[in-house]
């Protein structure tokens, strides 16, 4: 049973435009959540993350915004640039420092 | 930048071989994790240990075994491959300060079975 879900499995966004990836999840004790980036053969990284306490954590050009009452949360890269073009995985946990749970990533591909 | 090793990073073996996955990291984290993916699919969590001589099962089911007798080295073990283990196998630790605990990932070891 998913528990972290990404319905789109790929987008294509022009440079300099804002990419938004979608995230939604079942579990409402989840509250460490988390996005990861990853290029292919290559393991993930962090890229940024949000705790329940609050619905909005800003990186640079990353924003992830959280709406627990919708149990959603998104990514929001702003511009976005040809390097961004990756894998990107959604991630919760219940309490930080456990395990996490992934959905199955968007694939963002960013054109000139 | 994170220090999490993974070697091999491709291995290409027949069916019935026993192969070891190799994973350290040198950042002093006692909490690791081995992860399997499939392409298009979603990271699944085979085994996690929060220390030494600590190990347990994740939420999918494998075949594997692990080990964790010193904290920075945590090898995934394979009796007897199969066909349906191939899939990327994805190494990762954690144990930092902060609110939230990041894990830091390895390269990856993209296993395919003959």
């Known amino acids: 049973d998913q528990q972290v879900k990404q319905n789109s499995p790929s987008l294509s966004v022009q440079e300099g435009r804002i990419s938004i990836l979608n995230c939604d999840y079942t579990n409402s004790m989840f509250d460490y959540f988390l996005w990861y980036k990853k290029y292919p053969a290559e393991g993930p990284t962090f890229l940024i993350s949000?705790?329940?306490?609050?619905d909005k954590n800003e990186d640079g050009r990353f924003t992830v915004f959280l709406n627990k009452s919708a149990k959603h949360l998104s990514l929001h890269i702003v511009p976005s640039q040809p390097g961004d073009s990756a894998v990107y995985f959604c991630?919760?946990?219940?309490?930080?420092?456990?395990?996490?749970?992934f959905g199955k990533g968007t694939s963002l591909l960013v054109t000139p | 930048e994170a220090d999490i090793y993974q070697t091999p990073r491709y291995l290409v073996i027949g069916t019935g071989k026993k192969i070891t996955l190799e994973c350290s990291q040198t950042?002093?984290?006692?909490?690791m994790y081995w992860y399997q993916q499939d392409p298009g699919m979603e990271l699944h969590l085979i085994h996690y240990s929060y220390g030494v001589n600590s190990t347990e099962k994740g939420d999918l089911s494998s075949e594997s075994t692990v080990s964790r007798i010193r904290t920075e080295h945590f090898p995934l073990t394979l009796e007897s491959a199969r066909p349906s283990h191939t899939s990327q196998y994805l190494c990762a630790s954690s144990g930092g300060q902060g609110a939230i605990e990041k894990l830091f990932f390895g390269s990856g070891t993209q296993l395919s079975v003959l």
């Open positions: 991630a919760a946990s219940i309490n930080s420092g456990y395990a996490l749970n």
């Open positions: 950042m002093g984290h006692d909490k």
């Open positions: 949000i705790s329940s306490i609050k």
